[in-house]
């Protein structure tokens, strides 16, 4: 689910509290502030983890207001829809909206904008100048990039973070019923199989690379992934290795749950 939200009061304060009010709601995959939210939005982001803020230049400004993150994408300059000048995240959270987690907008047309649709057109210095500075630019109607505001090379593009995010939710969600089971190999097997099959699905959809479901994903649930510390304590560990459609290397993450044993 993708909720929006614009700061109508255009402060700092009103963005604050918009921001704040969204903070509990789980279903979020995007959040898209007015320029004033960004500070807030990308706080909350990163806090969570679970959501990427869509993020607009300042109007008049051709830089961030928001410090490095992963969790968050800028985007430049103001278009025009309606007859009005309107910042440009909106329109391109519904971009990201339409695709699958792992597939980039970049280069696809931003919908719904009018003739001349951005605020004035770029030169192909002042394009170069906002990728140097990690801000997605729109020329005309077309989307330039999609990348973070993360310098690591690992979670430059968009795709790759969004991807993450929804395989750690989908797994996480699909792993909830350990809780009821008592930790030992069978259980692990059990855990290693459901991933495996979930994260064959994503590779089959075209979601990682690799020839193969070996090439594109490995998981790992057993005694290398816990402590015993963990174990005495009901503490299940899946790590879990992918690999984007870009960039090719893998990304690893890790995924906790509780066993029947906590409470044993």
Same mark, same amino acid.
């Given at each position: 689910?993708v909720?929006? *939200? *614009?700061d109508n009061?255009?402060?700092r304060?009103? #963005?604050a509290?918009t921001?704040?009010?969204l903070g ?5 995959e995007l ?5 004033e939210?960004n500070?807030?939005a990308?706080? !909350?982001?990163e806090r ?5 803020a869509?993020l607009?230049?300042?109007?008049? =400004?051709?830089s961030?207001d928001?410090a490095?993150?992963?969790? #968050? $994408?800028? =985007?430049h300059p103001w278009?025009?829809?309606?007859g009005?000048?309107?910042?440009p995240g909106? =329109? ?8 699958e987690a792992? $597939? ?9 904008l009018?003739d001349?649709p ?5 030169s @192909?210095a002042?394009i170069?100048a !906002?990728v ?5 630019p729109?020329?005309?109607?077309r989307?330039w990039?999609?990348v973070?505001l993360?310098?690591?090379?690992e979670?430059?593009y968009v795709?790759?973070?969004?991807l993450?995010i929804?395989?750690e939710?989908?797994i996480?969600?699909?792993l ?7 930790g030992?190999?069978? !259980?692990?097997?059990?855990?290693? $199989?459901?991933?495996?099959? *979930?994260l064959t699905?994503?590779?089959r959809a075209?979601g990682l690379k690799g ?5 594109a994903?490995?998981?790992?649930? @057993? ?5 015993q510390d963990d !174990?005495?304590?009901g503490?299940l560990?899946c ?5 984007p459609v ?5 990304v ?6 509780w066993?029947s044993?906590?409470?044993?």
């Open positions: 689910m909720r929006g *939200f *614009f009061g255009g402060t304060a009103y #963005a509290r921001v704040a009010a509990p709601i789980d279903e979020i959040i898209c502030p007015m320029p939210g500070e807030e990308v706080a !909350l982001c969570r983890r679970d959501r990427i869509v607009s230049l300042p109007h008049g =400004h051709d961030v928001a490095p993150s992963g969790f #968050a $994408a800028a =985007h278009v025009r829809a309606g009005e000048l309107t910042p909106g =329109h391109v959270a519904g971009m990201y909206a339409r695709r792992w $597939a980039t907008p970049s280069g696809e047309d931003v919908r719904g009018d001349p951005v605020e004035r057109p770029f @192909d002042e170069a !906002l140097d500075r990690r801000v997605n729109l020329r005309g109607v989307l990039s999609a973070t993360d310098p690591d090379p979670w430059k795709s790759v973070r969004r993450v929804y395989l939710k989908s996480d969600k699909g909830q019923w350990v809780v009821l089971e008592r030992g190999e069978p !259980l692990w097997a059990a855990v290693r $199989a459901a991933v495996g099959e *979930f699905t994503q590779w075209g020839a193969t479901p070996e090439e994903f490995f998981v790992r649930c @057993d005694r290398t992934t816990m402590t !174990l005495d304590n503490r560990v790590l879990i290795g992918v690999a870009r960039p090719a290397e893998f690893i993450f890790r995924i906790g749950q066993t044993d906590r409470c044993a």
